[in-house]
């Protein structure tokens, strides 16, 4: 049977010798075909995983809500009513709203930030500890966050991002302990925020701003509201049902419709983690099925490779099969061949994609990486690209290889 086996090859070898063009175009298509079925749910599968991180940069699965103003009468009051929002509302959202998993009050300012001669403006923001998980602000290390001795006692301390410290203190220089004047009023830098990408933001990306406890930004520069509320659910299925109860318990405290929406608006960034995993849904399953036209394409011409080398061997068939070679036989031996081509020209198109990928995560091209990335051809691509092959393999072999099988021996003798 081994032999049987070696000599199949060694055939399929002498045949691949004689239509030399032949095979190279057939041999073309199907790597072409199976490096672009690899790069194109490689790269897919790595964008979608890259849009998703940039998405999360600011937050994942977070709402962000402020008070607008009412559009509806409630109790005799017209519309056309300012909704302030106050810090004790944190508390009282924490206890009437079951939903709530995370939540943080969010005072925003512009103040003027200096080091000696260097002065600078940024957005000062006001903040409790838990705003940390909230927006992903995590310290590099030797540094930390806000915690909540720094909210209980008022202290005077600061948390920078990376563009901040690097304006007063130098690019990657640790200014942890170093005092940072805002509106000449001393602070201490406790923290500085560690590298992130971030593509989405609603008062500047993260690494331009200072964070403070919000009650030192209210006792020092007396803010006595609130801008904006930072809430995630427990569940991110409950935030519609958490939206809800929130304008029912405000509307309870301040008085307005809990069905006017324009009171108190928001923001829920995780509709768009929905859309994103629909649309990468669709997105990757047509990447997929371009890739399977392409392989498609290359079978073809694996088909009419085959049909040609049938036409040439007839006589050779007729002999197997006048010394006793079963149909069965003749078919295994065309398939095999169809199969070798599909092989190494699987074989050879995975390592031109793997070739390819590699250039792609290159250090110099960091840039293309934020968007696309960083690819790797998984098990599970591997897997889908090696079952396309031998499906379209078996596609494009049968029937020529049926048609060897069946091929009448006396007829076939007289070719």
Same mark, same amino acid.
């Given at each position: 049977?081994?032999?049987?086996?070696?000599?199949?090859?060694?055939?399929?070898?002498?045949?691949?010798?004689?239509?030399?063009?032949?095979?190279?175009?057939?041999?073309?298509?199907?790597?072409?075909?199976?490096?672009?079925?690899?790069?194109?749910?490689?790269?897919?599968?790595?964008?979608?995983?890259?849009?998703?991180?940039?998405?999360?940069?600011?937050?994942?699965?977070?709402?962000?809500?402020?008070?607008?103003?009412?559009?509806?009468?409630?109790?005799g009051i017209p519309p056309g009513r300012s909704i302030l929002f106050r810090e004790e509302m944190a508390d009282l959202l924490r206890t009437q709203v079951p939903?709530?998993?995370?939540?943080?009050?969010?005072?925003?300012?512009?103040?003027?930030?200096?080091?000696?001669?260097?002065?600078?403006?940024?957005?000062?923001?006001?903040?409790?500890?838990?705003?940390?998980?909230?927006?992903?602000?995590?310290?590099?290390?030797?540094?930390?966050?806000?915690?909540?001795?720094?909210?209980?006692?008022?202290?005077?301390?600061?948390?920078?991002?990376?563009?901040?410290?690097?304006?007063?203190?130098?690019?990657?220089?640790?200014?942890?302990?170093?005092?940072?004047?805002?509106?000449?009023?001393?602070?201490?830098?406790?923290?500085?925020?560690?590298?992130?990408?971030?593509?989405?933001?609603? *008062?500047? +990306?993260?690494?331009?701003?200072? !964070?403070?406890? #919000?009650?030192?930004?209210?006792? $020092?520069? &007396?803010?006595? @509201?609130?801008?904006?509320?930072?809430?995630?659910?427990?569940?991110?299925?409950?935030?519609?049902?958490?939206?809800?109860?929130?304008?029912?318990?405000?509307?309870?405290?301040?008085?307005?419709?809990?069905?006017?929406?324009?009171?108190?608006?928001?923001?829920?960034?995780?509709? *768009?983690? +929905?859309?994103?995993?629909?649309? !990468?849904?669709? #997105?990757?399953?047509?990447?997929? $099925?371009? &890739?399977?036209? @392409?392989?498609?394409?290359?079978?073809?011409?694996?088909?009419?490779?085959?049909?040609?080398?049938?036409?040439?061997?007839?006589?050779?068939?007729?002999?197997?099969?006048?010394?006793?070679?079963?149909?069965?036989?003749?078919?295994?031996?065309?398939?095999?061949?169809?199969?070798?081509?599909?092989?190494?020209?699987?074989?050879?198109?995975?390592? #031109?994609?793997?070739?390819?990928?590699?250039?792609?995560?290159?250090?110099?091209?960091?840039?293309?990486?934020?968007?696309?990335?960083?690819?790797?051809?998984?098990?599970?691509?591997?897997?889908?690209?090696?079952?396309?092959?031998?499906?379209?393999?078996?596609?494009?072999?049968?029937?020529?290889?049926?048609?060897?099988?069946?091929?009448?021996?006396?007829?076939?003798?007289?070719?």
């Amino acid at each position: 049977m081994f032999k049987h086996a070696l000599s199949m090859i060694k055939q399929f070898a002498d045949d691949m010798r004689k239509q030399k063009l032949r095979c190279f175009l057939t041999m073309s298509g199907i790597v072409w075909g199976t490096m672009t079925v690899v790069l194109l749910m490689t790269i897919g599968e790595s964008f979608r995983i890259a849009s998703i991180k940039n998405m999360t940069g600011m937050g994942q699965n977070i709402v962000i809500m402020g008070g607008g103003r009412t559009s509806l009468p409630h109790n005799g009051i017209p519309p056309g009513r300012s909704i302030l929002f106050r810090e004790e509302m944190a508390d009282l959202l924490r206890t009437q709203v079951p939903e709530i998993g995370e939540l943080s009050p969010e005072n925003q300012r512009s103040f003027s930030l200096s080091v000696g001669a260097v002065r600078r403006s940024y957005n000062c923001v006001g903040v409790y500890p838990e705003y940390s998980f909230l927006r992903n602000l995590f310290a590099q290390k030797g540094g930390r966050f806000i915690d909540p001795l720094d909210i209980r006692n008022k202290r005077r301390v600061m948390y920078i991002g990376t563009r901040i410290r690097d304006t007063f203190f130098g690019a990657d220089s640790d200014p942890v302990g170093e005092t940072l004047m805002v509106q000449g009023i001393p602070f201490t830098v406790i923290g500085i925020m560690a590298t992130k990408v971030q593509s989405s933001d609603y *008062m500047g +990306r993260d690494d331009t701003i200072a !964070f403070f406890p #919000f009650t030192t930004l209210q006792d $020092v520069f &007396g803010m006595t @509201t609130v801008q904006r509320f930072i809430i995630r659910a427990r569940n991110p299925e409950d935030t519609p049902r958490m939206m809800e109860n929130i304008y029912r318990v405000l509307g309870d405290k301040l008085g307005f419709d809990p069905d006017d929406h324009d009171a108190v608006w928001y923001w829920d960034t995780s509709e *768009m983690m +929905r859309f994103l995993f629909y649309f !990468f849904i669709v #997105f990757e399953g047509f990447l997929l $099925v371009a &890739g399977l036209f @392409t392989l498609f394409v290359g079978g073809i011409g694996v088909a009419n490779i085959m049909y040609v080398a049938i036409r040439e061997r007839r006589r050779e068939i007729g002999v197997k099969a006048a010394l006793g070679a079963t149909p069965r036989l003749i078919l295994a031996q065309f398939m095999l061949e169809t199969f070798l081509i599909m092989f190494i020209g699987g074989c050879i198109g995975v390592g #031109f994609a793997g070739g390819i990928v590699k250039l792609i995560n290159m250090p110099a091209l960091g840039q293309l990486q934020t968007v696309v990335g960083t690819p790797r051809i998984d098990l599970t691509i591997a897997l889908v690209t090696a079952g396309m092959l031998a499906l379209i393999g078996f596609a494009a072999g049968w029937s020529p290889a049926k048609a060897a099988a069946d091929m009448d021996p006396v007829r076939a003798l007289e070719f």
